[in-house]
Nanobody
């Protein structure tokens, strides 16, 4: 089992950048497919971007949000780089891990990102 802790959320002005971190303990993240999600007030949680490792290669999944980039240290931490932030990016951001069953079973507590106009 893996435990996930997000950090890096903050209040930022529109046009700014942030990098969120998702730190894992218990098992290394390369054993999982890892995704970043977000949930804005009054809205459903949505997938932002994902990463997985297989056969020595790294694969990326995106949702078309070009301003968002996922990366990792290929061990215990996955990052979400967010650029040109907009007020509509305001949300709680979560990282989650799928152990290979096609379901994100493990979730962090989330980190708040607020973008002011």
């Amino acid at each position: 089992q893996v435990q996930l802790v997000e950090s890096g959320g903050a209040l930022v002005q529109a046009g700014g950048s942030l990098r969120l971190s998702c730190a894992a303990s218990g098992r290394t993240l390369t054993n999982y497919r890892v995704g970043w999600f977000r949930q804005a007030p009054g809205k459903e949680r949505e997938f932002v971007v994902g990463i997985r490792w297989s056969g020595g290669r790294t694969y990326y999944e995106d949702s078309g949000k070009d301003r968002f980039t996922i990366s990792s240290d290929a061990k215990n931490t996955v990052y979400l780089q967010m650029n040109s932030l907009k007020p509509e990016d305001t949300a709680v951001y979560y990282c989650a891990a799928d152990p290979g069953h096609g379901v994100f079973e493990y979730w962090g507590q989330g980190t708040q990102v607020t973008v002011s106009s």
